[in-house]
């Protein structure tokens, strides 16, 4: 089945309306700019593994399933931010702060999908949620200098093999495989 794959921690539906929430709250009256992704399709991606056969993801969702010994933790949202960088943004987020685990789990997963033949990730883990595609690209500096404090804490309790699929409605993330951590 086409369509791009990847690893990521899901946001429980509370979650999602809790950050959604303290988003609004942060910055009444500044919309995130650009194509919005729905906050159902909010997650927090560990490692993208591209447009594979269903074969190599089989044997990706075979190695975390047997491998995938990181215990659970938290992580907090807390701020906005911007790839590649605030004043040329690509991508707004929502930054992410956690216990060490995010950065357990993904190091361990990147580990995993080499050893099943995935060519290694060649951009550093930034631990984030996103909100928004811009293209073209814009400055969002002062959007998100404005943009107050907020703290959503959220378990990190799973990974989610998910796989990208386009409908009339918009980009939609089917989970194929959950994953439970320690």
Known sequence: MPGNAFLAVPLGTDKRHELSAALSAASPGSP?????VHPENWHLTVRFLGDFEDVVI????????????????????FGLGAFP??????????????????NAVAAR???LVREVGVAPEERPFVPHI???RLRPRMD???????????????????????????????????????????
């Open 32 to 36: 995130v700019p650009g194509k919005r």
């Open 58 to 77: 089989d044997r990706v969702a075979a190695a975390i399933d047997e491998h995938l010994d990181v215990d659970r933790g938290t992580a907090t949202a």
């Open 85 to 102: 960088k605030a004043t040329k943004a690509g991508i707004v987020y929502v930054a992410v702060d956690d216990d060490g685990s995010l």
């Open 109 to 111: 997963c990147e580990e």
């Open 130 to 132: 996103t909100l928004s």
């Open 140 to 182: 969002v500096a002062r959007l998100i200098g404005r943009f107050e404090p907020f703290a959503v804490r959220f378990p990190v309790e799973s990974v989610v093999l998910y796989r990208t699929t386009k409908s009339p409605d918009g980009v939609r993330y089917r989970p194929l495989h959950t994953f439970s951590l320690r």
